[in-house]
C-alpha cells in the first residue's frame, strides 16, 4: 500500500532544534514535490513550504517559518527531511508532509498522499 510517514516529533525547549523526516513506502520520492504543514490545536491547517521534484527548491509559503526551517532530500533512504531550528512556543502542532506527483510548487496543487501527523510541542 503507497503511503507517506511523518516521524522525529517531542518535545523541545523554546530555541531548540528538531529534524522531523518524511517516508515514502511502495513509491519513490525522486518524483513527487512534498509539502509540510501544521495544525495547532484550535487553528486551521498551515501551509508552511513545497519541495520541488525536479530542482529540489524550497518554496515558503508562509514568512513564519523562513530562516528557521530548511527542507532536503535524502534519495538514499527515500525520505524528506525537515530541519526545523529556533523553534518558538508558537510552533507548536502536529506535522504533517504530502506528496504530489510531479507537481509545481509555484501553484495550486493537490497532494496524491498524506502522512498522519507527527507532533511537535515547544515547552519549557
Known amino acids: 500500500q503507497l503511503h507517506v510517514v511523518e516521524s522525529g516529533g517531542g518535545t523541545v525547549q523554546p530555541g531548540g532544534s528538531l529534524r522531523l523526516s518524511c517516508g515514502a513506502f511502495?513509491?519513490?520520492?525522486?518524483?513527487?514535490?512534498i509539502g509540510w504543514f501544521r495544525q495547532a490545536p484550535g487553528k486551521e491547517r498551515e501551509a508552511l513550504l513545497c519541495?520541488?521534484?525536479?530542482?529540489?527548491?524550497?518554496?515558503y509559503e508562509t514568512d513564519s517559518v523562513k530562516g528557521r526551517f530548511t527542507v532536503s532530500r535524502d534519495h538514499g533512504k527515500n525520505m524528506v527531511n525537515l530541519q526545523m531550528n529556533n523553534l518558538k512556543s508558537e510552533d507548536t502542532a502536529v506535522y504533517f508532509c504530502?506528496?504530489?506527483?510531479?507537481?509545481?510548487?509555484?501553484?495550486?496543487?493537490?497532494?496524491?498522499?498524506w502522512g498522519q501527523g507527527t507532533q511537535v510541542t515547544v515547552s519549557s
Open positions: 504530502a506528496a504530489v506527483w510531479r507537481g509545481s510548487c509555484s501553484g495550486r496543487r493537490e497532494y496524491d498522499y
Open positions: 511502495g513509491f519513490l520520492f525522486d518524483d513527487y514535490s
Open positions: 519541495l520541488t521534484f525536479n530542482d529540489s527548491r524550497t518554496y
